[in-house]
């Protein structure tokens, strides 16, 4: 087992809260209010904007709340009637676009192009309104889908074909899928497939919820706050590893996300946070 000494960050404690933080390492704090729902977003300096939508939605439905690389949108997706529904609003707070997403929806990602991922599970991979067998999906901010040759590609390489799309992650330009056939990882940009892992280790079966990729190897999260490390040499076994403070005690996780730079948990005592360039203080 490994154990990440994590800096704390934040004390303000929002129980039940969605949480997110992108890679530019703003972090996304949605409460529920009377007419609406409202994120707090709090940039690296600590700086805090405040941006609502008039609409009563549980923060439990919340699936994306974020802001756009280039700064001029955001991305809202949440739940309803079983269905992932997307709304796109200007910075002023117009909404500018709305959309939903396919039957079996089971990840995303907006990355650095202003592209929105959606990763689709067993059940939209093998729907017949989707009769290529796509596993994953690339749109852009006016809901239109770009074409994309993943799963093509991963055939023609014979890598294992994609029965579930489980998490995706972005890291120097490339998309990361974690996905089922036993446990498998896909490097890819729009246009071709770069390289595959295929971990046989039957220790990492199961379900994952997020993926991210430093020079350590994959970092990998299951219902949110169990957290473990398939080494950057696959054949190596995988690392279960735990939070603790600056002070050796271990974190009562409630949430961890993971970003192309850092590890973030929601603990009972605040929000934490461990860098991946800090690799000195995995123990």
């Given at each position: 087992m490994k154990k990440l000494i994590m800096n704390k960050i934040q004390k303000v404690i929002n129980d039940g809260c969605f949480f997110h933080v992108d890679n530019h390492e703003r972090m996304y704090i949605c409460k529920k209010g009377n007419t609406g729902i409202s994120f707090s977003i709090i940039d690296l300096s600590g700086d805090i904007q405040g941006f609502e939508?008039?609409?009563?939605?549980?923060?439990?439905?919340?699936?994306?709340?974020?802001?756009?690389?280039?700064?001029?949108?955001?991305?809202?997706?949440?739940?309803?009637?079983y269905e992932y529904k997307v709304k796109v609003f200007s910075a002023d707070g117009k909404e500018e676009c709305a959309f939903s997403l396919p039957s079996g929806a089971s990840c995303n990602l907006l990355d650095e192009k202003q592209n929105l991922w959606v990763g689709l599970s067993d059940e939209g991979i093998y729907d017949d309104e989707n009769p290529s067998g796509h596993s994953v999906l690339c749109f852009t901010l006016d809901g239109q889908l770009k074409e994309t040759h993943i799963d093509q590609q991963l055939s023609e390489i014979y890598a294992p074909a994609v029965d579930d799309c489980y998490a995706l992650a972005e890291k120097n330009g490339l998309i990361y899928m974690l996905y089922y056939s036993d446990t498998v990882i896909a490097a890819f940009d729009e246009a071709d497939v770069k390289r595959v892992w295929i971990i046989s280790d039957k220790e990492y079966s199961g379900v994952y919820d997020q993926l991210a990729v430093s020079d350590d190897g994959f970092w990998i999260c299951k219902d949110e706050h169990s957290l473990s490390l398939i080494p950057a040499d696959v054949s190596l076994p995988k690392q279960e590893v735990k939070c603790y403070d600056s002070e050796g005690h271990e974190l009562s996780i409630q949430q961890l996300r993971l970003t192309m730079n850092a590890i973030y948990a929601i603990s009972d005592s605040g929000i934490y946070k461990w860098d991946f360039s800090k690799r000195e203080k995995i123990k």
């Open positions: 939508i008039n609409e009563q939605i549980p923060c439990e439905d919340i699936i994306l709340f974020q802001q756009s690389s280039d700064d001029r949108r955001y991305v809202f997706i949440y739940s309803k009637m």
